[in-house]
């Protein structure tokens, strides 16, 4: 893996070599924003159930006037138009009612956890694959997190995804930065 990054940025146009300081900026601007989501962890859960919510409201519409410019195809019509109702439906539920949406997402997060951690470690030790205990260790963080987040549920479900999606920006943040600092290299 990280050959492939070297050949990326000895690759890379010039104009990023040139540009890097904005790939360091933006990678410090997510690490932030993802700091803040975890320090507010319930904010950040309710934010983006109501941003999903919002999103799948504006994809029922695109889908609906998909539906009505297929004039002529009745059956992909009326599935056009039943896919919006769901997604609209959907959309609704979770813009107008974020915290049990954000409850009843956390919930399926955590039997997914769970199972997705069985099948690792199953996969592992009846697999004989090389290496195996890094997805055993893969199957055991994964089912101690659905493990988590089961035991604490309903609470879990008001501040789980917050602190998830502000994990996942703090890394994706020091990822983009690391990048833009090889870049820099490059550009001396």
């Known amino acids: 893996m990280e050959k ?59 889908v609906l006037v998909v539906a009505f410019s297929l004039t002529g195809y009745w059956t992909a019509f009326f599935v056009h138009v039943l896919w919006a109702i769901l997604l ?46 890094l997805p055993i260790l893969d199957g055991v963080v994964s089912v101690a997190l659905g493990a988590i987040l089961l035991s604490g549920w309903p609470i879990t479900g008001l501040w789980a995804i917050g602190l998830f999606i502000g994990i996942n920006l703090v890394l994706r943040g020091a990822e983009i930065a690391t990048l833009g600092l090889g870049f820099r290299a490059l550009s001396n």
């Open 4 to 62: 492939q990054f070297d050949i990326f940025v000895a690759e890379a146009p010039g104009s990023l070599a040139v540009h890097w300081g904005w790939l360091v900026a933006l990678g410090l601007g997510l690490a932030l924003l993802g700091a803040l989501a975890i320090w507010r962890a319930r904010t950040a859960t309710l934010v983006y159930v109501m941003f999903l919510g919002a999103i799948l409201l504006v994809a029922a519409a695109a």
């Open 88 to 133: 609209g439906i959907i959309g609704l539920i979770l813009v107008s009612r974020p915290a049990i949406s954000a409850e009843a997402i956390t919930l399926v997060m955590a039997f997914y956890f769970l199972i997705a951690g069985v099948f690792s470690i199953g996969f592992a030790l009846f697999a004989h694959v090389r290496g195996e205990w």
